[in-house]
């Protein structure tokens, strides 16, 4: 296929979330780069004042690049960005799987052959490394800070090199949108900002000039006229993911509670709310330090939790073997537990 971003079949009778095809079962052959060097991804607080969009496009473009993997079949073109200054690369993974070449090519035209640090299929995150210093590189933010409403632009090479540098805008749609991909699901950012065929691993943008997402997946329809149906990685996980990669060359496997949370919130009798635990999986974490069904979760690492999507956040800052104490409701009473976590069970949301 000629292009990063997405594959999609003409004939498909269904609506579906789509990116290239299989591209979770091909692996990276690219010539590699040594991890474990003590580079990171830091995430930078949001100032005070808005940008407006030409300095936006100023500021960020410079560290937008076109990621040019060479396939057995032929080319992949997604986008990537620069996020240290010695060359240090994100992108999608799709956008280099099967590939055993790849090059980057500058805003300013000038192209470096890349080489591979790591990545992860499942979360669809990839980091490459050119020889090179003194790169423009963009700053990170944190998409924990993002309402709906937000205004987001995107930068990318849609339909390949000849857009490259193409700015749209929009809102953020949705936050922490859980979209089932290739039967596994990826907690995202929603967003009307328009992306096409090339624009992968292109940089999703707040009002201070911050990368806040990675974009990666759009949605089609083969029996309606489906638009601004967009989606990206959100910073605040991307950074974990990365920073394991520049550590270990991979994802490291996140913790698992052991619970299945039903969607809905549940409001308690005093008003507080939570979220209920539908089902507890023997010999899980939650099953040793003794969560049962219809417990409500309130709070947990001292964080409340008042919808799903906030204790899978607080999940993904705690490690395997760590202790992540937790408030539970329970016939009238709130107890205190506290869960070492493993990596054995998935929690998902109820039917």
């Known amino acids: 296929m000629n292009g990063g971003f997405f594959y999609f079949d003409p004939s498909s009778p269904k609506d579906e979330y789509l990116q290239n095809e299989d591209w979770d079962q091909e692996e990276v052959s690219i010539e590699t780069y040594p991890y474990g060097e003590g580079a990171v991804m830091e995430l930078t607080a949001a100032p005070s004042g808005a940008l407006s969009i030409q300095e936006i496009y100023r500021r960020v473009n410079p560290a937008v ?44 035209g000038r192209t470096y052959e890349a080489l591979y640090v790591g990545g992860d299929s499942g979360n669809d995150v990839a980091v490459l490394k050119l020889e090179a210093t003194g790169l423009p590189a963009a700053e990170m933010g944190d998409s924990d800070a993002l309402m709906v409403g937000d205004t987001v632009y995107a930068i990318g090479n849609p339909l390949g090199v000849e857009l490259r540098g193409t700015l749209t805008d929009g809102i953020v749609s949705a936050i922490n949108r859980d979209v089932d991909v290739s039967g596994r699901t990826m ?40 638009e601004g149906l967009g989606f990206a990685l959100p910073m605040r996980s991307v950074q974990k993911m990365v920073n394991d990669i520049l550590e270990s060359g991979e994802v490291l496997p996140e913790p698992r509670l052991g619970v299945t949370i039903f969607d809905m ?53 705690f490690r395997i073997g760590d202790d992540l104490p937790m408030k539970l409701w329970r016939d009238g009473e709130y107890l205190e537990v506290v869960l070492r976590l493993d990596e054995a069970f998935e929690e998902l949301p109820a039917e």
């Open 265 to 317: 919130p549940k409001v308690l009798p005093d008003g507080t709310q939570g979220v209920e635990v539908q089902d507890v999986g023997i010999g899980s974490a939650a099953d040793r330090a003794g969560v049962k069904a219809g417990d409500v979760i309130v709070s947990a690492g001292g964080q409340a939790v008042t919808e799903r999507h906030m204790l899978l956040n607080v999940r993904r800052q």
């Open 187 to 226: 907690t995202l950012i929603q967003t009307n900002a328009a992306l096409n065929e090339g624009n992968s691993g292109g940089p999703l943008i707040n009002v201070y000039g911050q990368v806040v997402g990675v974009n990666t997946i759009k949605m089609m329809s083969f029996s309606s006229n489906v």
């Open 65 to 108: 690049v076109t990621v040019i993997a060479q396939l057995d079949r032929g080319a992949s073109v997604g986008t990537g960005m620069i996020f240290r200054e010695n060359g240090y690369v994100l992108t999608n993974y799709h956008v280099v799987a099967g590939s055993h070449d790849c090059s980057v090519t500058l805003a300013s």
